[in-house]
C-alpha cells in the first residue's frame, strides 16, 4: 500500500509539473512547402515556395512569394500576412538562381544551417533561367498527382546518374573543407518536358566557377560509387549498362607535388551493338572514353582549383595540416595522376565471341 501512495505521488508531480505541447501548431495552421526557389536581388532575398493542394483529388500547385533582407525576414512576412504559419522543415528541394550560385552562397547555407529551418538532407539545384519563368511553367505543366519536381531527383523515380544528388549538408561541408568541393545539378524548362537537366555546376567555396556535362556527372557519380544504371554511349560500336563500380586510390607525395594512381572498376551489361564488334574491342574503345572524360574533367576542375572528386582527402595522412589548407591552391592545380579503367562485361546479350 506505501509502494503504491508513493508511485501515485511521484506520477501527480510529472503531470502538474509537465508544460505540454503548448507550443504546438496544428498541420492544418501549417504551410508545408515542398520546393523553394531562392534568389537574390541586391541586399534582398527572395523566395518561391511551391505549395501541393489538394483539390477535388487532384493535385494542384500553388506559387507564394515572398522578399526580405534575409531567408527568416522573408518567411517572418509570410506567416505575419497569411492565415497559417509557414514551416520550411519539410522542404525536399532547394532551387537557386544561377546568377545568386555565382556571386556566393555561403551566407544563406550558413544561415539555413544555423536556424534549422530546413532539413540538412534536402536536395539542391541550380536553375538556368529565371526562377519566376520556371516556377510559373511547372506550375502550369503540373500533372495531376506525386511532384514532378522531388520525382525528378528521387532514386526510385525518375533519377539518373547522370544527375547529382547534393545535399544542404554537403554544400555547408564543403564551405569549411579545404579538400573536399560539390557540384550542384543545373536545371531548367524543358522544350519536351516539364523539367530538363543540363549538367552539374562546380561549387569553390560556396561559389559557381564552372560546369560539367551529364556525361561528367555521370563519370562524377561512378567515381563516387553511385553511377549504376548509367548508360554510356560506346562511340560507334555499343550501348552498355553499368552494373556496378567501385575505386581504388593510392596517393604519395615526392618532392612536395602530389601524385595519385586510381582505377575504376566498372561491371557492365551491353543493352544495344552497332555491326559485330568483339568484346575486347568494347572493352578497349569504352575504358578509353571515359579514361578521356576524366582527365578532360580533371583539368577544367584543376584550373578552377576546385577538387569536386574530393582527392585532396587521400593526401590528409600525407601532409601536415598547415600545408592541407593551400590544397587548392598551391597542390591540386599540380597533381599527377595515373587514372585506369578496368571493364568487365557480365553479360554478353546477343553478342558472341568467337
Known amino acids: 500500500m506505501g509502494n503504491t501512495m508513493i508511485k501515485v505521488f511521484f506520477l501527480l508531480c510529472i503531470v502538474l509539473t509537465s508544460t505540454g505541447c503548448w507550443n504546438n501548431k496544428d498541420i492544418n495552421h501549417r504551410l508545408l512547402p515542398a520546393v523553394v526557389g531562392i534568389s537574390k536581388n541586391g541586399d534582398k532575398y527572395k523566395l518561391i515556395l511551391e505549395l501541393p493542394v489538394l483539390e477535388s483529388d487532384n493535385m494542384k500547385i500553388q506559387i507564394i512569394k515572398a522578399t526580405g533582407k ?3 525576414d522573408a518567411v517572418d512576412w509570410l506567416s505575419m500576412n497569411m492565415d497559417r504559419g509557414v514551416d520550411l522543415f ?3 528541394l532547394i532551387v537557386l538562381d544561377k546568377q545568386f550560385a555565382k556571386q556566393g552562397l555561403t551566407d544563406v547555407m550558413s544561415g539555413l544551417m544555423r536556424s534549422r529551418e530546413v532539413a540538412p ?28 519536381l522531388l520525382d525528378f ?7 539518373t546518374p547522370n544527375i547529382a544528388l547534393t545535399r544542404v549538408w554537403q554544400v555547408y561541408r564543403s564551405l569549411h573543407s579545404s579538400t573536399r568541393d560539390v557540384i550542384i545539378p543545373i536545371i531548367q524548362t524543358g522544350k519536351l518536358t516539364e523539367v530538363e537537366h543540363i549538367g552539374s555546376a562546380v561549387i569553390k567555396n560556396g561559389k559557381m566557377v564552372s560546369q560539367i556535362s551529364p556525361n561528367d556527372t555521370l563519370l562524377y557519380n561512378a567515381f563516387d560509387g553511385q553511377g549504376t ?12 549498362l553499368i552494373l556496378s563500380d567501385w575505386k581504388s586510390n593510392k596517393s604519395m607525395i615526392i618532392n612536395e607535388k602530389p601524385f595519385m594512381k586510381s582505377q575504376l572498376n566498372l561491371k557492365v551489361t551491353i543493352l544495344e551493338t552497332k555491326g559485330n564488334p568483339s568484346m575486347d574491342l568494347i572493352k578497349k574503345d569504352l575504358s578509353t572514353l571515359i579514361t578521356n572524360r576524366f582527365h578532360r574533367m580533371l583539368t577544367i576542375t584543376q584550373k578552377k582549383q576546385a577538387d569536386i572528386l574530393g582527392l585532396g582527402q587521400t593526401f590528409r595522412t600525407k601532409l601536415p595540416r598547415a600545408k592541407l589548407k593551400n590544397w587548392r591552391e598551391k597542390y591540386y592545380p599540380i597533381l599527377k595522376l595515373d587514372f585506369q579503367v578496368n571493364v568487365d562485361i557480365q553479360n554478353e546479350g546477343f553478342l558472341k565471341s568467337d
Not at 539545384?125 to 529565371?130: G, H, L, P, S, V
Not at 531527383?153 to 533519377?159: L, M, N, P
Not at 544504371?229 to 552498355?240: N, S
Open 153 to 159: 531527383f528521387e532514386k526510385d523515380a525518375g533519377w
Open 121 to 148: 538532407n534536402a536536395q539542391m539545384a541550380i536553375c538556368n533561367e529565371d526562377l519566376d519563368y520556371f516556377f510559373g511553367n511547372v506550375q502550369k505543366s503540373k500533372p495531376p498527382t506525386g511532384d514532378y
Open 229 to 240: 544504371q548509367g548508360i554510356v554511349e560506346v562511340m560507334d560500336l555499343a550501348t552498355v
Open 70 to 72: 534575409s531567408i527568416a
Open 90 to 92: 519539410h522542404v525536399k
